[in-house]
């Protein structure tokens, strides 16, 4: 008789795993510590201002707070940038977590305790800013290179459709708990989503980052950083495009959009709901960039940024609720499709230990003039009308994105089809 077959080896059942393939260790720390504190910080923009308005303050004083939040943006985002390419990325972005941490706490406490005064809510957003200016480049630079070059834009888009959700979830969260528990308890639930993504975000693993040249100092890198920005036109002629139109549509949506929705819409909530759908639009066209991979991708790029028009002149006219929703949610998909193709060629065009540098100038040209904007707002309703103003801002987005079209680079970028390296 024949001996029975001998039995197979034993093979291990496969590893089910529960993210794609691409999206390593060091995204999915990112991924997830950016959905915390946007859950946090977006509901703490909103119990922010209405902790002032408990506290007695004024629309006015309304207006300082949150100004004393971007001033600190235009002022070290710069030097943020250089910092996070000459100094560990993760170190950085721990460092301004912990910042924001304790000056939310702070911010907290004050509200809690009850009768903060203006100049110390001021000063406490302030260093919350500051701890923003210095983060965002190192969190960008973080984000660019955990990513290879031939899954970026499925990976960008996913990492800003977690970031506008939890967005829209944490504003929705955060109005509900200023309605039920005050404005304190907000503020002190953003502390701890701060400490929560710090704690995350020192898990990341550096290891793949080349070690940094050293260099001539601060200033040398800032002027390195600059000659890549100045040398590359359809960099800085989009840098100089969103300059005017971050200026713009920010002043019509925090100006403009709530007196319109108080004298034309029947009051807030219709234009909370167009902000919504604004929102929902963004997640749509991060849904839509996970597919879709354009060749040409400053041309649709830059052509998705004339639908941000829509809302200005939804304004002017203005549109009823439903018409200003659609208008709000075109323009949330639109510049959510730029803004993918935008991150993958940053990717594919800058080198990596420039990341941060280059990063940090994109940041400073969106948000300089928006201070100026949206206090010369008024003024402007005032001199030329409301109506007129909000055309004035609708022919300033187109005006600004048509002449980056005549540049040749921004017509002419397409996607490189060879793969970078793979990334942590």
């Known amino acids: 008789m024949s001996s029975p077959p001998a039995a197979p080896p034993h093979t291990p059942a496969p590893v089910r795993r529960h993210r794609p393939a691409w999206a390593g260790r060091n995204y999915t720390l990112l991924t997830g510590a950016a959905v915390v504190t946007n859950l946090g910080s977006h509901g703490a923009l909103i ?6 308005m408990e506290a007695g303050g004024s629309g006015a004083d309304v207006g300082l707070v949150a100004a004393a939040r971007t001033l600190p943006l235009v002022l070290f ?6 910092l996070a390419d000459r100094l560990p990325r993760h170190r950085v972005m721990v460092a301004a977590n912990a910042l924001n941490c304790l000056s939310q706490a702070a911010f907290a406490l004050l509200v809690l305790a009850g009768d903060p005064q203006l100049w110390q809510m001021m000063l406490l957003t302030a260093l919350c800013g500051t701890g923003t200016a210095f983060f965002n480049p190192a969190a960008e630079g973080m984000l660019l290179s955990t990513v290879s070059g031939e899954h970026a834009n499925r990976a960008f888009a996913l990492f800003r459709m977690a970031m506008n959700g939890a967005g829209i979830g944490g504003a929705a969260l955060g109005g509900a708990m200023i309605a039920a528990i005050g404005p304190g308890w907000v503020l002190a639930v953003d502390a ?11 898990f990341l693993d550096v290891g793949h980052v080349p070690d940094r040249a050293p260099g001539g100092g601060l200033l040398a890198d800032l002027r390195e950083g600059w000659v890549e920005v100045r040398t590359r036109p359809w960099l800085w002629s989009i840098v100089l495009q969103f300059s005017v139109v971050v200026a713009v549509v920010g002043a019509a949506e925090a100006v403009y959009g709530p007196l ?11 234009w909370g709901l167009a902000l919504g759908f604004f929102g929902a639009g963004t997640i749509a066209g991060a849904v839509l960039m996970m597919a879709w991979k354009p060749r040409r991708l400053l041309l649709v790029g830059t052509l998705c940024v004339f639908p941000l028009a829509l809302p200005s002149a939804g304004l002017a006219v203005p549109l009823p609720v ?13 510049i959510e499709v730029f803004g993918v193709n935008w991150m993958t060629t940053m990717h594919q065009e800058i080198p990596e230990e420039k990341f941060s540098r280059v990063s940090a100038y994109d940041w400073f040209g969106s948000v300089s003039m928006l201070p100026l904007a949206t206090a010369l707002a008024g003024p402007a309703e005032s001199a030329f009308g409301r109506t007129e103003a909000l055309w004035g801002c609708a022919v300033l987005v187109v005006l600004a994105t048509a002449l980056v079209l005549l540049i040749p680079d921004v017509r002419r970028m397409t996607r490189k089809p060879t793969p970078g390296p793979a990334k942590t």
């Open 260 to 270: 319109v929705a108080r004298d034309r819409l029947g009051g807030p909530a219709p």
């Open 192 to 202: 701890a989503a701060f400490a929560i993504a710090g704690a995350l975000r020192a």
């Open 47 to 52: 119990a922010a201002a209405f902790a002032v």
């Open 77 to 82: 985002l710069l030097i943020g940038g250089a």
């Open 322 to 334: 439903w018409g200003l929703c659609v208008v709000m949610l075109i323009s949330g998909l639109a």
